[in-house]
């Protein structure tokens, strides 16, 4: 299949910038309705209203569901894989924005008892869960718009507002949280009236770049329209990339011990600081959301310029270490009990988030041809599900055997994840040395090379020195 050539040439660059213009736009409403259903911000919200209204084990089960929403509900992907490639993936994803901004009325609605909290909590997952097959279509219909370097241009600028509007809208509602908590059901209905708005301003690309470009199998994927109907979106599919890819299957193997590492951290961090450190709740919420959340966008563009120069695989090679030194940090500072190295490891999480929530949206280009572009994100988007199951509880579990085992040394726990992205990122270094055909593609046709499953190059690859330059 030959991708559209929607963005070439000098008659359709004003055109594609409008476009690009209205993407970016529609994407900073989205990150305000998001913000206000972040995972940190609404356990405080459910831990300051319904402490009386239900038990202690429900209250701690609701905010776990809370916190880890956002990464369990990745294993959904798949089916929204399916779906999207049995009818117009812009319409679809249309309708899941619809429906996540109307998630968020039932946090205006909830009364302050047991059902009220089963409303917050349901609205949070099921907006959790809608919002993963967004993430899923997205980069999809990304591709049949722009060419690479443009869609890795145009990754950088949404997530590094979506972090920033993110980190704002949370602030403003543990403000309120605080203060002036009987405003929160209003600012929720003005949060939801901006995701309209968004969703308006989404559906109106459609008028600038015409009818959508259907994503359709190439040849050698199906013979014939029966074939076709079975293949999109199955478990099948997804077991023969795995099977057929071994760069990928490598990639995410090193992804997945590098991710696991790290998002053992967060929960574990939070309990360890209420055990021994006298932070405010404020100082807190800071130290895990706000800080990383600020970096973000102050580290996109350097991100952006070098993920359009290399293969996936040697940006990941330097980012992960930005991971290993945040970790680290952590580690040292609640071992040590210096706060000023929990400040930088705060920092230095942030410029981990940057890069790889820019890897995670367009990396798997790298890899897969045009028709199975989104079987390789909803492969990725699982498998970070997948994680979000089980990293969480397990670095509080560490975290809780560590003082049981020896008092006051629960901190050392967190070398555990520490190893994990140690070992993840000498397996993304190992795999950028290897002289394989780490050729990054050009325009918006052809197939982008699945670099790393190639024959061996006759060239070795760059240092990557000054990679962020």
């Given at each position: 299949?030959?991708?559209?050539?929607?963005?070439?040439?000098?008659?359709?660059?004003?055109l594609?910038?409008?476009?690009?213009?209205l993407e970016?736009?529609?994407?900073?409403?989205?990150?305000?309705?998001?913000?206000?259903?972040?995972?940190g911000?609404?356990?405080?919200?459910?831990?300051?209203?319904?402490?009386?209204?239900?038990?202690?084990?429900?209250?701690d089960?609701s905010?776990?569901?809370?916190?880890g929403?956002?990464?369990?509900?990745?294993?959904?992907?798949?089916?929204?894989?399916?779906?999207?490639?049995?009818?117009s993936?812009?319409?679809?994803l249309?309708?899941?924005?619809?429906?996540?901004?109307?998630?968020?009325?039932?946090?205006?609605?909830?009364?302050?008892?047991?059902?009220g909290?089963?409303?917050?909590?349901?609205?949070?997952?099921l907006?959790?869960?809608?919002?993963s097959?967004?993430l899923t279509?997205?980069?999809?219909?990304?591709?049949?718009?722009?060419?690479?370097?443009?869609?890795?241009?145009?990754?950088?600028?949404?997530?590094?507002?979506?972090?920033?509007?993110?980190?704002?809208?949370?602030?403003?509602?543990?403000?309120?949280?605080?203060?002036?908590?009987a405003?929160?059901?209003?600012?929720?209905?003005?949060?939801?009236?901006?995701?309209?708005?968004?969703?308006?301003?989404?559906?109106?690309?459609?008028?600038?770049a015409?009818?959508?470009?259907?994503?359709?199998?190439a040849p050698?994927?199906?013979?014939?329209d029966?074939?076709?109907?079975?293949?999109?979106?199955?478990?099948?599919?997804?077991?023969?990339?795995?099977?057929?890819?071994?760069?990928?299957?490598?990639?995410?193997g090193?992804?997945f011990?590098?991710d696991?590492?790290?998002?053992?951290?967060?929960?574990?961090l939070?309990?360890?600081?209420?055990?021994?450190f006298?932070l405010?709740?404020?100082?807190?919420?800071?130290l895990?959301?706000a800080?990383?959340?600020?970096?973000?966008?102050?580290?996109?563009?350097?991100?952006?310029?070098?993920?359009r120069?290399?293969?996936?695989?040697?940006?990941?090679?330097?980012?992960?270490?930005?991971?290993?030194g945040?970790?680290?940090?952590?580690?040292?500072?609640?071992?040590?009990?210096?706060?000023?190295?929990?400040?930088l490891?705060?920092?230095?999480?942030?410029?981990?988030?940057a890069?790889?929530?820019?890897a995670?949206?367009v990396g798997?280009?790298?890899f897969?041809?045009?028709?199975?572009?989104?079987?390789?994100?909803?492969?990725?988007?699982t498998?970070?599900?997948?994680?979000?199951?089980v990293?969480?509880?397990?670095?509080?579990?560490?975290y809780?055997?560590?003082?049981?085992l020896?008092p006051?040394?629960g901190?050392?726990?967190?070398?555990?994840?520490?190893?994990?992205?140690?070992?993840?990122?000498?397996?993304?270094?190992?795999m950028?040395?290897?002289?394989?055909?780490l050729?990054?593609?050009?325009?918006?046709?052809?197939s982008?090379?699945?670099?790393?499953?190639?024959?061996?190059?006759?060239?070795?690859?760059?240092?990557?020195?000054?990679?962020?330059?």
């Amino acid at each position: 299949m030959t991708e559209p050539e929607i963005t070439g040439g000098e008659a359709g660059g004003g055109l594609d910038r409008r476009r690009e213009r209205l993407e970016v736009a529609a994407w900073l409403l989205f990150a305000v309705v998001l913000g206000a259903m972040e995972g940190g911000v609404v356990s405080v919200m459910v831990k300051s209203f319904y402490r009386h209204a239900v038990g202690r084990l429900t209250l701690d089960v609701s905010v776990a569901l809370l916190v880890g929403a956002p990464l369990f509900a990745g294993i959904t992907s798949l089916g929204w894989a399916t779906a999207g490639l049995r009818g117009s993936t812009s319409r679809l994803l249309v309708q899941l924005q619809v429906l996540s901004v109307v998630c968020l009325l039932l946090f205006a609605a909830a009364p302050r008892n047991a059902a009220g909290l089963a409303m917050v909590v349901t609205g949070a997952v099921l907006a959790r869960l809608l919002w993963s097959g967004v993430l899923t279509l997205r980069t999809s219909v990304w591709r049949l718009y722009y060419d690479r370097e443009q869609r890795a241009g145009l990754a950088g600028r949404v997530v590094a507002m979506h972090y920033l509007a993110a980190a704002v809208t949370g602030a403003a509602v543990g403000a309120l949280v605080d203060k002036l908590p009987a405003a929160l059901p209003g600012l929720y209905l003005l949060i939801a009236g901006l995701g309209l708005v968004g969703v308006f301003l989404y559906r109106s690309l459609g008028r600038t770049a015409g009818p959508e470009p259907a994503l359709e199998f190439a040849p050698e994927t199906a013979t014939d329209d029966s074939a076709r109907r079975r293949r999109p979106g199955t478990l099948r599919t997804a077991g023969e990339i795995l099977r057929q890819d071994r760069g990928f299957r490598r990639y995410l193997g090193w992804l997945f011990v590098l991710d696991s590492g790290v998002q053992m951290v967060p929960a574990a961090l939070l309990i360890c600081l209420a055990d021994r450190f006298s932070l405010s709740h404020i100082e807190q919420i800071l130290l895990i959301t706000a800080v990383p959340s600020l970096v973000v966008p102050m580290v996109m563009p350097a991100f952006s310029r070098s993920l359009r120069r290399m293969h996936v695989i040697r940006f990941r090679a330097f980012h992960s270490w930005f991971f290993v030194g945040s970790l680290a940090c952590f580690a040292a500072g609640l071992t040590l009990h210096a706060v000023p190295c929990l400040w930088l490891g705060a920092a230095l999480l942030g410029v981990g988030y940057a890069g790889g929530s820019l890897a995670w949206h367009v990396g798997h280009h790298d890899f897969a041809t045009p028709e199975k572009a989104p079987h390789y994100m909803s492969l990725n988007v699982t498998l970070n599900g997948a994680r979000g199951f089980v990293a969480p509880a397990a670095g509080v579990c560490l975290y809780r055997l560590a003082e049981y085992l020896w008092p006051g040394q629960g901190p050392l726990a967190l070398l555990i994840p520490l190893a994990l992205a140690v070992w993840g990122a000498l397996g993304f270094a190992a795999m950028a040395r290897e002289p394989l055909a780490l050729e990054v593609p050009r325009g918006n046709s052809g197939s982008p090379g699945n670099a790393a499953n190639s024959a061996p190059a006759p060239f070795a690859l760059p240092p990557l020195k000054g990679a962020l330059s």
